[in-house]
């Protein structure tokens, strides 16, 4: 308990591998439909792009309004599958064809249970893709939503190489701002769901932050407040745009991009498991 809240429960039990259910050729990559048990019982389902040769594997989480086939998730895993980097994007709960098993909160980043139940689908989800790509280095992309909630995953499961943090921030900075009139009644919950709390434990892997100058809903000493907390190496950048609108995202995909590919091609995972409880 952290003044009262539950802290989200972040417990690994290991899985498996997914079931292939469905796959469809393109040029240069392969892409498959993964089901797999999520972490409380129901099913995930997941997209992988398959690369010819895969010389790293990236997972995309996805944001609050969006799901697995979000265009920046499709138009990645194409793109990326084609330059040797495997991409693999999930569901989160309420999302996509997990929406009928009911609504989400309100407010995403005020929900311990939420992101609990997040970063053990997440987990289980990388078992999964453990079992396809042994000893293959692994990456996380998180827009928005999967911003807020990759931080922590990456925090509990070492398995993830490098991190790439996309127009998101300190919540405990950008909700005074957004819900000035709520703040009170969230701040403790935040204590334990803000993903700065858990950036210093990402300390000697790789964070790439990219966000907006225009971010309505991420201001820029949110963005900093986040990247402060985040231990060396670390980077940030600010491109032209709001929280949705990217006025050149082609700028964002190639810095995206080579980040991933200096930070995961070439290494090796070592260990297995992952790290956290």
């Known amino acids: 308990m952290a003044g009262g809240v539950t802290r989200p429960d972040f417990t690994h039990r290991p899985g498996g591998a997914a079931d292939v259910v469905d796959v469809e050729h393109g040029t240069g990559f392969s892409l498959e439909t993964w089901r ?21 594997v990236v997972v995309i989480g996805h944001g609050v309004d969006n799901w697995r086939k979000a265009a920046y998730a499709t138009g990645s895993g194409k793109h990326w599958s084609r330059r ?7 569901d989160a709960p309420f999302h996509g064809d997990r929406a009928d098993s009911g609504r989400g909160p309100e407010r995403v980043g005020t929900d311990p249970g939420l992101l609990g139940r997040w970063v053990r689908d997440h987990r289980l989800l990388i078992d999964a893709i453990e ?11 998180g827009i928005s939503m999967g911003g807020l909630f990759g931080v922590p995953l990456a925090s509990v499961d ?12 300190s919540t405990r900075v950008s909700y005074p701002i957004r819900f000035p009139y709520g ?11 803000d993903p700065a709390v858990y950036a210093a434990q990402m300390a000697r892997r790789p964070v790439l932050m990219v966000n907006a100058d225009a971010d309505e809903l991420v201001p820029r000493e949110s963005a900093l407040a986040l990247y402060d ?3 060396p190496p670390r980077e940030i950048t600010f491109f032209p745009g709001t929280h949705a609108e990217w006025l050149h995202p082609g700028q ?17 995972r070592s260990g297995a498991g ?4």
């Open 36 to 56: 797999l048990e999520g972490s409380v019982g129901d099913t995930v389902t997941a997209d992988c792009w398959l690369a010819q040769k895969t010389d790293a």
């Open 274 to 277: 992952g790290s956290g409880p």
């Open 84 to 90: 040797g980097l495997t991409v693999v994007a999930a």
């Open 158 to 169: 070492d398995r993830i190489a490098s991190l790439v943090v996309v127009v998101a921030g």
């Open 229 to 231: 907390a985040f231990a």
């Open 183 to 193: 703040y009170d009644e969230m701040a403790s919950v935040l204590e334990v769901t």
């Open 252 to 268: 964002w995909n190639r810095r995206i991009l080579a980040f991933l590919q200096r930070t995961l091609v070439g290494m090796t």
């Open 131 to 141: 079992v396809r790509f042994p000893g293959t280095a692994i990456g996380f992309v």
